[in-house]
């Protein structure tokens, strides 16, 4: 089913419903009063309605409330995304505005307080551009049934800001936690960064201590060595020096021949 433009769609209206339905015209399509059975949603209440053409082809809409507003809801084929389209009430029309919501072919149309007025006093409502022929149903019972709409809507959108409060606050709760924790861990992360940093350089100084204490023991062996080799040979000179003296203590230690006045002296050996 296409879905004609807002010009031709106010034309179909004009031409469709030029003069209001009386109550003999009423009956003669064999509309039934509505039921108005009030349904809460997540965080608003619906009553359906099914508007009915002369060729008895059923229509369904639905009237919503969240307590502050009441809107007329609808799907059709193509709906333009928006329209400032009229219904009729008793005849009389009144133009209100429709959007196109996120679903395909689902739309909304805020009723002002002079149609909502008009419906709860009116007897026949009466759509021209709903389908292919004007539908209408009866308003039978609409001053109690949209006044039960608001009340509803109003009682079922307050539990629901109740419970996204909630929710808000749980999620605020939480974002704080996550927060906190990640805070928590970085903090724990960095004490246990220093922790291992102050590992590291107590370990380095342990090793680098342990390496100077080696080469002090190193080095000390060395002098202990090197003392010892003096000491050795100090009692080897010691020892050489009082075996000469024993063995030269009367004649004294033989004399050693002057050097040669010229420098250098080659001694002759006979053949």
């Not at 108005?36 to 919503?64: F, K, N, Q, Y």
């Not at 342990?206 to 003096?230: F, K, P, V, Y």
């Amino acid at each position: 089913m296409r879905l004609l433009g807002a010009g031709a769609l106010l034309t179909l209206v004009g031409a469709a419903v030029a003069g209001p339905l009386s109550t003999n015209t009423a009956a003669a399509a064999g509309l039934e009063p509505s039921a108005w059975a009030i349904t809460p949603e997540e965080a608003l209440c619906h009553t359906d309605l099914e508007l009915v053409a002369r060729s008895g082809a059923v229509a369904p809409i639905s009237l919503v409330s969240d307590g502050d507003r009441v809107m007329l809801r609808f799907t059709r084929e193509s709906v333009p995304s928006q329209a400032f389209l009229p219904i009729r009430v008793d005849g009389r029309p009144f133009a209100n505005l429709v959007r196109r919501t996120g679903d395909e072919g689902l739309a909304v149309m805020g009723l002002s307080d002079e149609t909502l007025a008009a419906l709860r006093h009116g007897k026949t409502l009466q759509i021209a551009w709903l389908s292919d022929e004007a539908v209408s149903a009866s308003l039978a019972g609409a001053g109690q049934g949209i006044a039960d709409l608001k009340t509803c809507g109003a009682e079922v959108a307050s539990q629901h800001r109740a419970r996204e409060a909630e929710l808000d606050v749980q999620r605020s709760r939480a974002h704080a936690e996550a927060r906190a924790q990640a805070v928590a861990d970085e903090q724990l992360a960095t004490a246990r960064a220093q922790t291992a940093a102050a590992e590291a350089v107590r370990q380095r100084a342990a090793a680098e201590t342990e390496q100077l204490a080696a080469q002090a023991e190193q080095q000390r062996a060395m002098a202990d060595g090197e003392r010892q080799r003096l000491l050795a040979e100090q009692d080897r000179q010691r020892a050489i020096a009082a075996q000469q003296q024993y063995y030269y203590s009367d004649r004294g230690p033989p004399a050693q021949p002057p050097p040669a006045p010229w420098g250098y002296y080659r001694p002759y050996y006979p053949r």
